[in-house]
Nanobody, 125 residues
Framework: QLQFVESGGGLVQPGGSLRLSCTASGITFDNYAIGWFRQAPGKEREGVSC????????NYIVSAKDRFTISRDNAKKTVYLQMNSLEPEDTAVYYC??????????????????WGQGTQVTVSS
């Protein structure tokens, strides 16, 4: 059974850092590009970043570029999102998902049947 489990969220002050993890099970992990998405209160879920099957290609939305870094460890079936210089606007529940349509990366293309429970990121002083 396909499952993604996100972790690493928390409360952090503006300018702080967090490292999110996303571990998969029930999937041939390195067959898929993986994306990070987020949903802020009252807003639609949006793509943040994505990484190719090999990990060699990455992509980010404009607001995340130069602040966030996505990486993956295929042996551990885990994708990471290192988030630096966090801003209150980054407050959201963060999710990962496999991409069935990588051409839409980083904005979409997710398998909507693969969402995990997410991890809450709150940036506030």
């Amino acid at each position: 059974q396909l499952q993604f489990v996100e972790s690493g969220g928390g409360l952090v002050q503006p300018g702080g850092s967090l490292r999110l993890s996303c571990t998969a099970s029930g999937i041939t992990f390195d067959n898929y590009a993986i994306g990070w998405f987020r949903q802020a209160p009252g807003k639609e879920r949006e793509g943040v970043s994505c990484i190719s099957r090999s990990g060699l290609d990455t992509n980010y939305i404009v607001s995340a570029k130069d602040r966030f870094t996505i990486s993956r460890d295929n042996a551990k079936k885990t994708v990471y999102l290192q988030m630096n210089s966090l801003e209150p606007e980054d407050t959201a529940v963060y999710y990962c998902a496999r991409l069935l349509n990588p051409s839409q990366c980083p904005y979409g293309g997710a398998d909507n049947g693969s969402w995990g429970q997410g991890t809450q990121v709150t940036v506030s002083s």
